[in-house]
């Protein structure tokens, strides 16, 4: 096993990196793949069946505004993993930081209509009250 990995290491180096960690960082970004599928499919299918059995539309409305992001965040979790196991989590962190950023403002982009609509009707519930 040991020659196993010697080999690996010693043929396999990109900047420095040995072999081993680039197998296990791409093994991540594989399982990351995965659990981004098996999420937005198995526990996001779940919870939609959960909000269809209550009265309100808006829990409808706002899992399906989470879907695409929650999923991708997923993602960007096991890249960050990745990223950790590699050993260059310090030059990527700002790209990373970047991505969570991404997928708050694709959030509040994505939530604004909803949130618009549920104000709406708010407000006329209420007689357009002020104070």
């Given at each position: 096993m040991k020659e196993i990995v010697?080999?690996?290491?010693s043929k396999f180096t990109i900047f420095d990196i040995p072999g081993t960690r680039i197998f296990i960082a791409?093994?991540?970004i594989i399982v990351a793949?995965?659990?981004?599928?098996i999420f937005s499919q198995w526990v996001l299918k779940y919870l939609?069946?959960?909000?269809?059995?209550?009265?309100?539309n808006l829990d409808d409305?706002?899992?399906?505004?989470?879907?695409?992001?929650?999923?991708?965040?997923?993602?960007?979790?096991g890249f960050q993993l990745a990223a950790i196991s590699v050993?260059?989590?310090d030059s990527l962190q700002k790209v990373i930081q970047l991505g969570y950023v991404g997928l708050m403002c694709w959030l509040i982009y994505r939530s604004a209509d909803v949130f618009t609509v549920y104000?709406?009707?708010?407000?006329k519930k209420n007689g357009n009250r002020t104070g």
């Open positions: 010697y080999f690996i290491n791409f093994v991540i793949l995965l659990f981004k599928r939609d069946h959960l909000t269809r059995k209550t009265k309100s409305a706002l899992l399906e505004i989470l879907n695409p992001p929650l999923s991708y965040l997923v993602l960007l979790l050993g260059v989590v104000l709406e009707r708010l407000t």
